[in-house]
């Protein structure tokens, strides 16, 4: 291996524990707790070698954000059932959305977040997130309007993250979760 290919490799390895560490923190601690500052004293490395990797926090929360989208598109893919595309297959990234959600609270804040810098429908979507909304539309493209699939995705995925969104704040009750998604896909894949 060349020094290179050494240096490559370690400056990658720092990369993935500066994104591994700053989702500790916000997990454990909250988003705001995701500091340069703070940071650098975790992973035992100078403010200046964050800078080397980020421009900052908002870089910092984004790469967070990317590394969640891309767990969630693997959830939905995998919750998606075998066999032909019906309501079941609607129904299941829907619960598989919300338990992540559930699972992974700062996580999802920071995917969201309007602080994370990455941009939403628009063609400088970064690809996890676009990989994320293609695990939407794969089982709910048969019961799209065929002109406007990507909308009506859109819509499901609003409502998905309204749902998560109101229980998680306590505006909605979370024992009634599975009732709210019932409904939803009712609404999105008539019986």
């Known amino acids: 291996m060349s020094v290179r290919e050494r240096k490559e490799r370690e400056r990658a390895n720092r990369h993935k524990l500066i994104v591994c560490t700053a989702r500790e923190l916000a997990e454990a601690h909250g988003r705001d707790a995701v500091t340069t500052r703070r940071l650098a004293e975790q992973i035992e490395y100078s403010q200046p070698v964050l800078y080397s990797h980020f421009r900052g926090k908002k870089e910092i929360i984004g790469a967070v954000a990317l590394e969640g989208f891309a767990g969630l598109t693997t959830a939905l893919r995998a919750a998606v059932p075998e066999g032909p595309a019906g309501r079941e297959a609607v129904a299941a990234p829907a619960r598989a959305y919300t338990d992540f959600a559930a699972?992974?609270?700062?996580?999802?804040?920071?995917?969201?977040?309007?602080?994370?810098?990455?941009?939403?429908?628009?063609?400088?979507?970064?690809?996890?997130?676009r990989e994320a909304f293609q695990a939407l539309l794969d089982p709910l493209v048969d019961h799209a309007h065929p002109d406007e699939?990507?909308?009506?995705?859109?819509?499901?995925?609003?409502?998905?993250?309204?749902?998560?969104?109101?229980?998680?704040?306590?505006?909605?009750?979370?024992?009634?979760?599975?009732?709210?998604?019932?409904?939803?896909?009712?609404?999105?894949?008539?019986?």
């Open 103 to 129: 699972r992974n609270p700062a996580l999802y804040d920071a995917m969201f977040s309007l602080d994370n810098g990455l941009p939403f429908a628009d063609e400088a979507t970064p690809a996890p997130l």
């Open 149 to 191: 699939p990507g909308l009506f995705v859109e819509t499901f995925w609003a409502a998905l993250h309204g749902l998560v969104t109101l229980t998680r704040a306590g505006r909605l009750p979370a024992d009634r979760v599975a009732d709210r998604l019932t409904l939803l896909v009712d609404r999105f894949v008539p019986r």
